[in-house]
């Protein structure tokens, strides 16, 4: 009893961060119908800053880290992005009203990464104190680029047995590309190499972080007004959409976590990392996922993976997500 007390304590008071309020802000200005709007340019560079932040963080610190900490967290970020699309592939692509091709779109989104959230997340662990390997986000091209692949793959196979080419050849690298040369996934990588090969702490202490939460507050406030929108556009397609983006980022985050423990037992991987890998993996891609799944899966219907996405799988893992794991894994390993 005093475990569930001390969890839904800690739970709630995650629920009153000023991230999480920007979110909820933008989605109450945008139903009441306000005509607020941010260019789009700005939400673009607002996300490029925090991901070459984030970069930038973990090149330092994976400079200075043991590579054998790394290996089984890497791993298991690769297991879960598969194992997502999988999961999608079998539950929500066989429910009524949902075509195959949407469904593993829809799969493939909720197993790639969102820079946002995890920027998210970042800065709700840094305002509760609680530590974390800085390496830790640079687990997210691990988990991304393999469901990515994926679903592309899986979706690439079924169309090829519906038209009779089922031995027609899936070629990998050109998906791997797409999702390197995406601006999401590239502004991590940028970041990381530059952490990891200069000496960046100047320009990252006087520039990147004093800017990371203010910027970040703006991002949710876009989010909160993006997912707000985006109902309108799920309301078109199968109502299993809803419950599949509402129950998904909460079970690919548990998944994660118990993995995580794992890690945690066998290699002394922080609380705070476990927090990160089951964030990640609750997630879903708002950036770099989306165009890659345009051009890997033409046949799909945008409206129901980003609005599956950006509607209600964005908004649970943010909102509910990440104060869930924050307050499970305080509990569980006193983080």
């Not at 989605?27 to 306000?34: F, N, T």
């Not at 880290?65 to 997502?84: C, M, N, Q, R």
């Amino acid at each position: 009893m005093d475990f569930l007390s001390d969890f839904l304590v800690r739970f709630l008071s995650q629920l009153q961060s000023p991230t999480l309020g920007f979110l909820i802000g933008g989605i109450v200005v945008a139903s009441l119908g306000s005509r607020l709007s941010i260019p789009d340019p700005v939400y673009k560079f607002i996300v490029f800053m925090l991901l070459m932040k984030v970069g930038l963080t973990g090149g330092q610190a994976i400079r200075d880290a043991d590579l054998g900490a790394i290996l089984l967290p890497a791993l298991f970020a690769v297991i879960i992005g598969i194992l997502i699309v999988f999961i999608g592939r079998y539950t929500l692509c066989l429910l009524p009203n949902v075509r195959t091709e949407d469904g593993i779109a829809t799969a493939g989104l909720f197993g790639a990464v969102s820079g946002s959230t995890l920027a998210a997340a970042l800065t709700l662990m840094d305002g509760q104190s609680m530590a974390y390997e800085p390496w830790a986000a640079a687990l997210y091209p691990f988990m991304d680029i393999p469901a990515l692949v994926t679903a592309i793959v899986l979706a690439s196979i079924h169309t090829g047995k519906r038209r009779g080419t089922a031995g027609k050849r899936v070629r990998i690298w050109p998906i791997v590309q797409e999702s390197l040369q995406g601006s999401a996934l590239s502004a991590l990588l940028l970041g990381l190499a530059l952490g990891l090969i200069t000496q960046p702490g100047a320009v990252y202490e006087s520039f990147y972080s004093p800017l990371f939460a203010g910027l970040l507050s703006v991002l949710m406030l876009i989010m909160g007004m993006e997912a707000a929108a985006r109902l309108k556009e799920l309301r078109k397609v199968a109502q299993w959409y809803a419950v599949y983006a509402f129950v998904a980022p909460l079970l690919h985050g548990f998944i994660a976590f118990g993995l995580g423990m794992i890690a945690h037992y066998a290699t002394g991987f922080s609380p705070g990392g476990v927090v990160l890998l089951a964030v990640i993996a609750a997630s879903s891609s708002d950036i770099s996922g989306p165009p890659t799944l345009r051009a890997g899966i033409p046949s799909a219907n945008p409206s129901a993976y980003i609005g599956s996405s950006t509607a209600i799988g964005t908004p649970v893992a943010i909102a509910l997500g990440i104060p869930l794991y924050i307050g499970l894994a305080q509990a569980l390993m006193g983080g």
